[in-house]
C-alpha cells in the first residue's frame, strides 16, 4: 500500500549546525514532494516542495533533495536558529492526489 | 496571501451527537480535502472534492462522515453520530489544480469528543 516513512523521530541540533531529514516513499506513481513545519498546535505550513522531475530545490536555508531511483528524499536545513524547532512532516502525493505524509520528525534547536 | 479558514476552532462535544466542521477554502482553488490529525501522530487525509463531488476517501470515511459545499464558498465535513475516536485536529485544505499542486491548511478544528 501506500506508504512514507521518515526518520529520525526526533533530532536535536545546535544552533547554527545542519539539520537532514530523511523519507522513503512507496508509490511508483508518487510525484510531488511537499514538506511540511508544524508549531505546536498550529496547522501544517508549506516550507518546500519538489517535483519528480527535479533533483534539488533550495530556498535559502532549506533545500530538499530527490532520488526517484531509490524513492527518497530528504530535508536540509543549514545554519539552524531555534525558531527552526517544531515537528517537520514529508508527504509525498497518491495517484489520485491526496498526501500521504511520514510520521513526523521533531526538530529541536538548542541555542 | 489568502489563507484557508476554518471555524470553530475548538469543538468540545457528547459523543453520539452531531458536529459540523466548518471550512472556507482559497477563492480560486478547486480542490478541497479534509484531513484529520490525531494527537502527537501523524496527519491522515480522509477526503477529497472537486466539481461537487467526493473524489476519494479513505478507510476511516465511513457512513458517518459526509461532505457538502452548501455555497461557492463553504466547505463542510459532518460527522454525524460521534464516537471516542473521533477526537483529533481536522484539517482542510485546498489546492489550486490538482496534480502536484500545493495543499494549503487551514488552522484546523480541534474536536473533543466526551
Known amino acids: 500500500g501506500e506508504n512514507v516513512e521518515q526518520h529520525p523521530s526526533t533530532l536535536s541540533v545546535q544552533e547554527g549546525d545542519s539539520a537532514v531529514i530523511k523519507c522513503t516513499y512507496s508509490?511508483?506513481?508518487?510525484?510531488?514532494f511537499p514538506w511540511y513545519k508544524q508549531e505546536l498546535g498550529k496547522r501544517p505550513q508549506l516550507i518546500i516542495d519538489i517535483r519528480s522531475n527535479v533533483g534539488e530545490k533550495k530556498d535559502q536555508r532549506i533545500a530538499v533533495t530527490l532520488n526517484k531511483t531509490a524513492k527518497h528524499f530528504s530535508l536540509h536545513i543549514t545554519e539552524t536558529q531555534p525558531e527552526d524547532s517544531a515537528v517537520y512532516f514529508c508527504a509525498a502525493n497518491s495517484d489520485t492526489d491526496k498526501l500521504i505524509f511520514g510520521t513526523g520528525t521533531r526538530l529541536q534547536v538548542f541555542p | 496571501e489568502p489563507e484557508v479558514t476554518q471555524t470553530p476552532s475548538h469543538q468540545v462535544t457528547q459523543m453520539g451527537q452531531e458536529v459540523i466542521l466548518r471550512c472556507v477554502p482559497i477563492?480560486?482553488?478547486?480542490?478541497f480535502y479534509w484531513y484529520r490529525q490525531i494527537l502527537g501522530q501523524k496527519v491522515e487525509f480522509l477526503v477529497s472534492?472537486?466539481?461537487?463531488?467526493?473524489?476519494?476517501k479513505s478507510e476511516i470515511f465511513d457512513d458517518q462522515f459526509s461532505v457538502e459545499r452548501p455555497d461557492g464558498s463553504n466547505f463542510t465535513l459532518k460527522i454525524r453520530s460521534t464516537k471516542l475516536e473521533d477526537s483529533a485536529m481536522y484539517f482542510c485544505?485546498?489546492?489550486?489544480?490538482?496534480?502536484?499542486?500545493?495543499?494549503?491548511f487551514g488552522d484546523g478544528t480541534r474536536l473533543s469528543i466526551l
Open positions: 508509490d511508483s506513481a508518487s510525484n510531488y
Open positions: 472534492f472537486y466539481n461537487n463531488e467526493i473524489s476519494e
Open positions: 477563492s480560486n482553488h478547486l480542490y
Open positions: 485544505a485546498s489546492s489550486r489544480d490538482r496534480t502536484g499542486q500545493p495543499q494549503h
